[in-house]
């Protein structure tokens, strides 16, 4: 499984940002879905999730600014960021998981800086 994230950038608190996730290879054998995000001397903690059935656990911190979703038929999954923070500022990562070996696959990381 391989995964491309994109969309990050520069943004002004209160603003917006979607970011994308793009999935290829093995996608059937996929359980579920993430965004995970790391600050300058953080450790990266989990944003979202989603399993294959569509539930979906939000970090306190995010819910109701942050929404995930994703399309099927394009492999890709999404967060859309509203009402951002300067505190939101980090690299994000999408993560996918499997019962079967490997794991855990990560996207290479998109920048999300929010300005106050």
């Known amino acids: 499984v391989q995964l491309q994230a994109s969309g990050g950038g520069l943004v002004q608190a209160g603003g917006s940002l979607r970011l994308s996730c793009a999935a290829s290879g093995s996608i059937s054998s996929i359980n579920g879905m993430g965004w995970y995000r790391q600050a300058p001397g953080k450790q990266r903690e989990p944003v979202v999730t989603i399993t294959s059935r569509g539930g979906t656990n939000y970090a306190d911190s995010v819910k109701g600014r942050f929404t995930i979703s994703r399309d099927n038929a394009k492999n890709t999954l999404y967060l859309q960021m509203d009402s951002l923070k300067p505190e939101d500022t980090a690299i994000y990562y999408c993560?996918?998981?499997?019962?079967?070996?490997?794991?855990?696959?990560w996207g290479q990381g998109t920048k999300v800086t929010v300005s106050s």
């Open positions: 993560n996918a998981v499997r019962t079967e070996f490997p794991y855990s696959f």
